[in-house]
């Protein structure tokens, strides 16, 4: 079983801005394996989580049960949400993949790793917290500007992204939901050779 874990903050204020893109890859993800009346995310007060769930049937290979997850906390208390979710199901944190903004990657580009710092990100930071450890999967999505000192990061972050960003916005999403599908249906590592950024 795999946790999925889009990170954001819940509410309409929130939305469109560039610290839930966590939530809007999770959501596209769903649409494109689910014809869209069926993409019904389920509020469960227990897990402090709107979640719902799947099965991968990759081309070669087992059944994979997945739980895609929105936490109903605010960024800063995500791990809240991952800790009763996994503790629950008996997860390893392996088996947690979290779906998140990154300031240090430029605008439209992504990387997939495992484990290390949360690189100053709040909610990353909550898991690894809550979890005890940092060895959990990360599809971090980049929001950063080149060449461009921010003055005000928690505005940058909270901000929606500006009209000439939108296509990157688009294809970033679409990027993340295919990298999610290539690591279940390929493994990590090739999913990791096919979508992470070059540096």
């Given at each position: 079983?795999?946790?999925?874990?889009?990170?954001?903050?819940?509410?309409?204020?929130?939305?469109?801005?560039?610290?839930?893109?966590?939530?809007?890859?999770?959501?596209?993800?769903?649409?494109?394996?689910?014809?869209?009346?069926?993409?019904?995310?389920?509020?469960?007060?227990?897990?402090?989580?709107?979640?719902?769930?799947?099965?991968?049937?990759?081309?070669?290979?087992?059944?994979?049960?997945?739980?895609?997850?929105?936490?109903?906390?605010?960024?800063?208390?995500?791990?809240?949400?991952?800790?009763?979710?996994?503790?629950?199901?008996?997860?390893?944190?392996?088996?947690?993949?979290?779906?998140?903004?990154?300031?240090?990657?430029?605008?439209?580009?992504?990387?997939?790793?495992?484990?290390?710092?949360?690189?100053?990100?709040?909610?990353v930071e909550s898991i690894i917290?809550?979890?005890?450890?940092?060895?959990?999967?990360?599809?971090?999505?980049?929001?950063?500007?080149?060449?461009?000192?921010?003055?005000?990061?928690?505005?940058?972050?909270?901000?929606?992204?500006?009209?000439?960003?939108?296509?990157?916005?688009?294809?970033?999403?679409?990027?993340?939901?295919?990298?999610?599908?290539?690591?279940?249906?390929e493994g990590l590592e090739s999913?990791?050779?096919?979508?992470?950024?070059?540096?």
């Open positions: 079983m795999k946790l999925i874990v889009g990170l954001g903050n819940p509410g309409e204020k929130y939305q469109n801005t560039r610290h839930n893109l966590g939530f809007m890859v999770a959501e596209r993800f769903l649409k494109d394996f689910e014809p869209v009346r069926q993409t019904v995310w389920t509020n469960e007060p227990k897990f402090k989580s709107k979640i719902t769930k799947i099965e991968w049937q990759p081309k070669s290979g087992s059944l994979e049960k997945i739980i895609l997850v929105k936490p109903k906390t605010y960024m800063n208390e995500s791990g809240l949400s991952v800790q009763l979710l996994t503790t629950y199901y008996k997860l390893l944190t392996t088996n947690v993949w979290v779906i998140h903004d990154d300031l240090d990657i430029p605008l439209g580009m992504m990387k997939i790793r495992f484990g290390g710092s949360a690189g100053g990100h709040k909610g917290q809550t979890l005890g450890t940092d060895q959990f999967w990360r599809f971090r999505l980049g929001i950063g500007e080149q060449n461009k000192k921010l003055r005000n990061v928690d505005k940058f972050v909270l901000g929606t992204f500006e009209e000439g960003e939108k296509g990157k916005e688009r294809g970033l999403i679409k990027k993340g939901s295919k990298a999610i599908q290539a690591a279940l249906e999913a990791m050779n096919k979508f992470n950024t070059k540096s």
